[in-house]
């Protein structure tokens, strides 16, 4: 049979004591708060271009869609523009270390031009079909 010391059998009181006036306590804490969440504001217009009601999932999910392609193709002339640029850089470097000839840079770069412009009308149009 074991032999319980008083110290102990105090400090196990002191423990459950200690437990059970933490319990009301975590009790309040773990209740579940009923806030009401705030709605999601609709990124703009629907995809026929009219307002999106309060409640209509269906307008909801085409401007989202909407505002989706439209920083796709934003994302997308904006690599456009960085290729262009980064091919233009490493046509002067051939150029100036005389690999290329002058004709060469300005073929390239009259072709950029050509496709920036095309870049840019194509977004623009793509955008323009959406709303």
């Known amino acids: 049979m074991k032999q319980f010391h008083l110290k102990t059998l105090a400090a196990r009181a002191r423990d459950k004591s200690a437990r059970l006036m933490l319990a009301p306590a975590v009790a309040l804490l773990c209740s579940p708060a009923f806030a009401a969440l705030p709605t999601m504001p609709t990124p703009g217009q629907a995809i026929g271009g009219g307002a999106v009601a309060s409640g209509d999932w269906l307008g909801a999910m085409g401007a989202w869609f909407k505002a989706g392609v439209t920083i796709l193709g934003l994302v997308l002339a904006a ?12 046509k002067w470097r051939a150029y100036s270390m005389g690999r290329a000839e002058i004709a060469d840079l300005k073929e390239y770069f009259i072709m950029a031009a050509v496709l920036g412009v095309f870049l840019v009308i194509m977004v623009t149009y793509s955008l323009q079909i959406l709303t």
């Open 79 to 90: 690599l456009g523009f960085i290729y262009v640029v980064m091919g233009a850089l490493g």
